[in-house]
């Protein structure tokens, strides 16, 4: 019976309220709240609210004065309560059934190429793992589930570059975790010198946040050169809807763009300072150069290379293989770039727009200055044409070279500290704005 008399039809809710209110239990205030929350159905919000507003609510009411109480008494959050299960006698078994169930909620995927890629985003995430769900076990990939915050991650490690891979591994991917939701392809890549849209250079260093993908190593060869085809089939489409206005509300609005980069930068900081940041150091401006388009990384001196041929831009393996130092690329030739002068750290600027991909390496000024001002396009990578009809995907990428004939690995280590911190600071908007309903 309700309290006016009436039949209720949710009399076990009715009488775990009477019990709570006759209760005169001794319990901490803030857990109080919450148990009382849910049993005081004359709080809780209207039925016509909404999943959002529930979320919400619920939050506020149950979740947070739980966290508030084992924060104050217990002096340890919610993700860490499986640990308590050890102290508390539970068996280290027990322990590795309740995160191989956390995983299998994994709700957001890392995909990396490399090792240096794959080794910064392991030392931006909050706890790694040693366990893996069973389907998981069972497939090629290679996997190491974590946690950022109160996200689960699960980072796929791609067994090698280039869209074949990626495409593969996100298959499985999905078959073993069904329930990802945001694939974040994280790395180094190519960049454009300049990004047209915001009128800003790009240097070394500097993050790519994807708001589209063009295939460019698709299409006809004819004999006046290589056409990528336009046909929108055969282009991927754009970011799902909501993917879609999170990415242009996060770089339209000094609000959430100067959010994401000073997280972006205090993650920075703090993987720099770690034991892994020690390889992954700034190299310094003055290491950061830019030449002309039409000065080719090639061997100097006609009487050592019969290859390399200023006119036609071929190019040996050797000049491929070896320093732009060593071969004596000059200073001379190189183009200025006055944020590069300027005085202070470096912080890393985040640019938004589309990104090209395809499965060669971009290693030609001329071809990549092509690329950009048909498609304006202010990156080039190689993996994420394979998650991108698979999941909603967004690319973050720390930009380790010009795409150019000088391009060498000096810039790679840098470039995934800076794409790991800023996947880290986006993917906190993306739960805090749609994971929690907000
Ligand atoms: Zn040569
Ligand atoms: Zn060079």
Same mark, same amino acid.
Request: with cysteine; net charge negative; charged share 25%.
């Given at each position: 019976?309700?309290?006016?008399?009436? =039949?209720?039809?949710?009399?076990?809710?009715?009488?775990?309220?009477?019990?709570?209110?006759?209760?005169?239990?001794?319990?901490?205030?803030?857990? !109080?709240?919450? @148990?009382?929350?849910?049993?005081?159905? $004359?709080?809780?919000? +209207?039925?016509?609210?909404?999943?959002?507003?529930?979320?919400?609510?619920?939050?506020?009411?149950?979740?947070?004065?739980?966290?508030?109480?084992?924060?104050?008494?217990?002096?340890?959050?919610? =993700?860490?309560?499986?640990?308590?299960?050890?102290?508390?006698?539970?068996?280290?078994?027990?322990?590795?059934?309740?995160?191989?169930?956390?995983?299998?909620?994994?709700?957001?995927? @890392?995909?990396?190429?490399?090792?240096?890629?794959?080794?910064?985003?392991?030392?931006?995430?909050? =706890?790694?793992?040693?366990?893996?769900?069973?389907?998981?076990?069972?497939?090629?990939?290679?996997?190491?589930?974590?946690?950022? /915050?109160? &996200?689960?991650?699960?980072?796929?490690?791609?067994?090698?570059? /280039?869209?074949?891979?990626? %495409?593969?591994?996100?298959?499985?991917?999905?078959?073993?975790?069904?329930?990802?939701?945001?694939?974040?392809?994280?790395?180094?890549? #190519?960049?454009? +010198? *300049?990004?047209?849209? &915001?009128?800003?250079?790009?240097?070394?260093?500097?993050?790519?946040?994807?708001?589209?993908?063009?295939?460019?190593?698709?299409? !006809? *060869?004819?004999?006046? #050169?290589?056409?990528?085809? $336009?046909?929108?089939?055969?282009?991927?489409?754009?970011?799902?809807?909501?993917?879609?206005?999170?990415?242009?509300?996060?770089?339209?609005?000094?609000?959430?763009?100067?959010?994401?980069?000073?997280?972006?930068?205090?993650?920075?900081?703090?993987?720099?300072?770690?034991?892994?940041?020690?390889?992954?150091?700034?190299?310094?401006?003055?290491? $950061?150069?830019?030449?002309?388009?039409? *000065?080719?990384?090639?061997?100097?001196?006609?009487?050592?290379?019969?290859?390399?041929?200023? &006119?036609?831009?071929?190019?040996?393996?050797?000049?491929?293989? &070896?320093?732009?130092?060593?071969?004596?690329?000059?200073?001379?030739?190189? @183009?200025?770039?006055? !944020?590069?002068?300027?005085?202070?750290?470096?912080?890393?600027?985040?640019?938004?727009?589309?990104?090209?991909?395809?499965?060669?390496?971009?290693?030609?000024?001329?071809?990549?200055? !092509?690329?950009?001002?048909?498609?304006?396009?202010?990156?080039?990578?190689?993996?994420? %044409?394979?998650?991108?009809?698979?999941?909603?995907?967004?690319?973050?990428?720390?930009?380790?070279?010009?795409?150019?004939?000088?391009?060498?690995?000096?810039?790679?280590?840098?470039?995934?500290?800076?794409?790991?911190?800023?996947?880290?600071?986006?993917?906190?908007?993306?739960?805090?704005?749609?994971?929690? #309903?907000?």
């Amino acid at each position: 019976m309700a309290p006016d008399g009436s =039949e209720d039809p949710n009399t076990d809710l009715f009488t775990a309220q009477r019990l709570w209110e006759q209760s005169e239990w001794d319990m901490h205030t803030q857990y !109080r709240n919450a @148990v009382g929350a849910c049993v005081n159905w $004359d709080s809780w919000v +209207p039925d016509d609210a909404g999943a959002a507003r529930l979320c919400r609510w619920l939050y506020e009411k149950v979740v947070s004065p739980i966290e508030d109480q084992l924060a104050d008494e217990f002096n340890t959050n919610i =993700e860490d309560v499986d640990n308590l299960l050890l102290s508390l006698g539970k068996s280290k078994d027990q322990r590795s059934i309740l995160l191989a169930q956390q995983n299998r909620l994994s709700n957001h995927a @890392v995909i990396c190429a490399l090792g240096v890629e794959s080794n910064a985003v392991m030392a931006v995430m909050d =706890e790694v793992y040693e366990t893996l769900p069973e389907a998981a076990r069972e497939d090629a990939n290679a996997y190491t589930t974590g946690r950022i /915050g109160k &996200t689960s991650i699960v980072v796929v490690h791609l067994p090698g570059m /280039g869209k074949l891979n990626a %495409a593969s591994s996100a298959m499985r991917l999905k078959s073993s975790f069904p329930n990802v939701g945001l694939c974040l392809v994280v790395g180094v890549c #190519g960049g454009a +010198p *300049y990004n047209s849209r &915001t009128k800003k250079d790009i240097v070394l260093g500097d993050i790519i946040i994807s708001t589209g993908l063009k295939q460019v190593d698709f299409g !006809r *060869y004819y004999q006046s #050169g290589f056409v990528p085809k $336009d046909d929108p089939e055969d282009n991927f489409g754009r970011p799902v809807e909501r993917l879609r206005s999170f990415l242009r509300m996060l770089s339209e609005t000094d609000h959430y763009y100067t959010r994401v980069a000073d997280a972006t930068n205090s993650t920075l900081n703090a993987l720099l300072q770690s034991k892994t940041g020690q390889s992954l150091e700034y190299p310094g401006a003055h290491r $950061d150069h830019l030449y002309e388009s039409t *000065y080719q990384h090639q061997c100097r001196s006609e009487q050592t290379c019969r290859t390399c041929d200023p &006119t036609s831009g071929a190019v040996c393996q050797h000049a491929l293989d &070896t320093s732009c130092d060593q071969l004596g690329c000059e200073p001379g030739h190189t @183009v200025a770039r006055p !944020r590069l002068r300027e005085s202070g750290p470096t912080h890393p600027v985040v640019h938004f727009g589309r990104v090209a991909c395809s499965d060669g390496v971009m290693k030609s000024a001329r071809d990549r200055d !092509r690329l950009v001002e048909k498609y304006d396009v202010i990156g080039f990578e190689m993996e994420a %044409a394979g998650a991108w009809d698979t999941f909603p995907t967004v690319i973050v990428k720390g930009v380790c070279d010009y795409a150019d004939s000088h391009k060498n690995k000096l810039w790679q280590g840098y470039g995934a500290a800076v794409a790991a911190s800023c996947m880290k600071a986006l993917l906190a908007q993306w739960v805090l704005l749609n994971d929690l #309903g907000f």
